[in-house]
């Protein structure tokens, strides 16, 4: 099977499904219009499906008339909080709310599959299960669908990520690292206020929480290992009452994102200590919040990698195939992954032709729709040759 031509045939469905999605953008925990959309477009496609009485997202079921194996196939559906800059002619209608990481694309690509599928249902060796997940965009919107016991029947597990990095149809699926963890902290300081003419019979938490947010870039300088990348960002900042009123509370929030397991462990003890100490040193008070969201996404199923490689290959030839640096964003989809074997594949949206060039998270945020044919064809191409018996090509080459 070979879902190259019946993918680009459902180029203009595709397009339509993701401008829909785009333009009724929802955030996180908020997908109400954007589940029932999806829900409908699977049910007319006679997929069964799953909804939830206490959150949004939708599991569709394909379900083969040969006996096998079931595979999972995820694409996200949350917007982000953003007002729209993009000029788009079907921007959000949704004020504070825009597709700018591309899970419209993510999820019109998997609609395509849905239908592509479905169409072969009698020649599945198994079940499909697809799901729409909500809040992936809150770090930790995946875990629902683990908790109530949604992945319990699941073998297998694959993704895709719209990526700025690549360009237009490119597809990456390597082993290993590919996306970071993400640890959000909150730092609390504590002083004593004053008159701001007289900041020596006070203690002054903005002057402490200045140098506490200087001297945390030693704990990735001095304390991680330099052959592990890490970022420790401090995003958010609160303090202050009145121009000429020495603080006496400052309260930060920030995030840490590593590939490093055994660092990620200590940050709670080695962080802490710089933050408590640079705070006594000035006379103040501070403690330090962390709180472990998800883990990094690491590609680890060599057998899965190949696959989808093979599968990539059988419906675009090896030249589609493109290495790409590992990033330290961080993907709920490793929530899933910890609970069932999977991958993450990335394929590429750059074409300066007609303004996608903005990275993930950007107001201009745009998307080459020419990609989406590609994802949707991935999508349907991996599940099919996973049911089949997993059996890998040769030319699926290991990058």
């Known amino acids: ?40 477009e699977l049910e007319s496609m006679g997929i069964e499906t799953q909804r939830f009485p206490d959150y949004y997202g939708v599991i569709g079921t394909i379900r083969g008339e040969k006996p096998g194996k079931t595979v999972m196939l995820r694409a996200d559906i949350d917007a982000l909080p953003l007002n729209e800059e993009s000029g788009e002619a079907f921007s959000s ?63 297998a597990l694959m993704g895709i990520h719209v990526w700025a990095s690549m360009e237009t149809g490119f597809i990456n699926i390597e082993d290993g690292f590919r996306m970071a963890s993400c640890d959000n902290f909150k730092i609390i300081v504590e002083g004593s206020s004053v008159h701001g003419s007289t900041p020596h019979l006070g203690h002054d938490a903005i002057v402490a929480a200045s140098s506490i947010i200087m001297n945390i870039q030693t704990f990735v300088s001095r304390e991680n290992d330099p052959l592990n990348p890490m970022v420790v960002s401090v995003g958010m900042v609160k303090a202050g009452t009145q121009f000429n009123i020495i603080a006496d509370r400052v309260e930060m929030e920030g995030t840490i994102r590593t590939y490093g397991v055994e660092m990620r462990k200590k940050v709670q003890k080695e962080l802490g200590r710089i933050i408590g100490g640079t705070a006594e040193a000035l006379g103040c008070r501070a403690e330090f919040i962390n709180n472990p969201i998800e883990p990094p996404v690491i590609n680890d199923d060599l057998e899965l990698n190949e696959l989808a490689r093979a599968a990539a290959v059988k419906l675009y030839g090896e030249e589609v195939l493109k290495k790409m640096p590992r990033v330290m964003g961080s993907e709920d989809m490793s929530i899933l992954m910890e609970k069932v074997p999977g991958l993450l594949c990335f394929i590429g949206y750059y074409n300066e032709e007609c303004g996608s060039v903005h990275p993930v998270h950007s107001v201009h945020f745009r998307v080459d729709e020419k990609l989406l044919p590609r994802g949707a064809a991935l999508y349907a191409q991996f599940a099919y040759d996973y049911l089949e018996g997993g059996e890998v090509e040769k030319g699926g080459k290991s990058l």
């Open 1 to 40: 099977m070979n879902f190259k031509e019946e993918a680009a045939g459902l180029s203009d469905y595709i397009v339509e499904k993701r401008r829909w999605i785009h333009s009724h953008a929802e955030v996180s925990f908020e997908e109400r219009d954007t589940t029932a959309y999806i829900t409908k």
């Open 93 to 155: 209608c949704n004020p504070g709310a825009m597709h700018a990481c591309g899970h419209d694309c993510h999820s019109a690509m998997l609609l395509g599959a849905a239908r592509m599928l479905s169409s072969h249902q009698e020649g599945l060796c198994g079940t499909v299960k697809l799901l729409f997940q909500s809040a992936e965009e809150s770090c930790h919107g995946a875990h629902y669908y683990v908790d109530h016991g949604y992945l319990d029947d699941v073998d």
